[in-house]
């Protein structure tokens, strides 16, 4: 199929403006398009027309435009965590044969809205749709330490390893913090223990936890920390998918 030339070339000169991170002036973008100055003109006053280009009114150079951060802002909003995380799960799944949760904050809770299922007989599944405790489950726990999730005002015990104090809470978290995992040790069902590890946007803001569960057999405190670091590992992976760029962010 022929291209639309004049198209084409606006296409192109965003592109050329995508890696210039001063911009660029109109002799500039006419030499790297090899067409004369005048038609490069014409081409950057229309794409700044629709938004899509500014120019500077001191140095007279374009950059990219605000228009570009609206579409992309429209994309990301159509393309669900959900949707970006599955084949996640499922290397979790593999990776460590334990059923694999994906969970966000909703109602002051955690809601798992998706899970890989592990093959093994004996395996913790979570009905999609759940709501859970923030401060007795490893989901639960990564929203508290790293996202807005609110402090609950009761810590109700699930079984006698549920923390009910505050202040044991509270160290609990920011060990969770400085590790980059929580761990849910038999806290909110006897029998199972998980882990979780934070889920981070492109403006570095917490939109959810993923995690593993299973029988305290299989992950047992021994491998806790083995455990911990392929959820971490795949957190960020996840993370880095959704544009996070952790080395720009402060601290």
């Known amino acids: 199929m022929a291209e639309i030339q ?6 192109k000169i965003l592109k050329l403006l ?3 991170r ?3 002036g109109t002799t500039e973008v006419a030499n790297q398009m090899s067409i004369d100055k005048s038609s490069a003109s014409r081409l950057l006053r229309t794409l700044a027309n629709y938004g899509f280009v500014e120019q500077d009114e001191v140095t007279a ?7 570009l951060l609206s579409l992309g802002q429209h994309l990301l909003n159509r393309i669900t965590l959900r949707d970006h995380a599955r084949p996640y799960l499922h290397q979790l799944v593999d990776k460590t044969g334990e059923c694999a949760h994906l969970a966000i904050l909703a109602q002051g809770q955690a809601l798992y809205i998706d899970q890989a299922e592990s093959t ?19 989901l639960g726990k990564v929203m508290l330490a790293l996202g807005n999730g ?3 005002e009761e810590l109700k015990p699930f079984t006698h390893r549920t923390v009910t104090d505050r202040a044991t809470l509270e160290a609990q978290l920011l060990q969770t ?16 223990r998980c882990v979780a590890a934070p889920v981070y946007d492109h403006r570095g803001a917490l939109v959810g936890a993923i995690g593993i569960s299973g029988p305290a057999g299989r992950v047992t405190l021994e491998r806790v920390d083995e455990f911990g670091t392929v959820v971490k590992d795949t957190a960020i992976a996840l993370s880095t998918r959704l544009g996070y760029d952790a080395g720009a962010q402060p601290g």
């Open 150 to 152: 609110r402090f609950p």
């Open 61 to 67: 150079r374009y950059t990219l435009g605000s228009q």
């Open 18 to 20: 995508e890696h210039a």
């Open 120 to 138: 093994a007989a004996l395996r913790v599944e979570s009905e999609i749709g759940t709501l859970s405790p923030l401060h007795c489950t490893a």
């Open 22 to 24: 001063n911009g660029m």
């Open 6 to 11: 004049a198209l084409a070339k606006g296409l």
């Open 177 to 192: 913090e400085k590790r980059g995992y929580a761990i849910d040790d038999e806290e909110y069902n006897y029998g199972v």
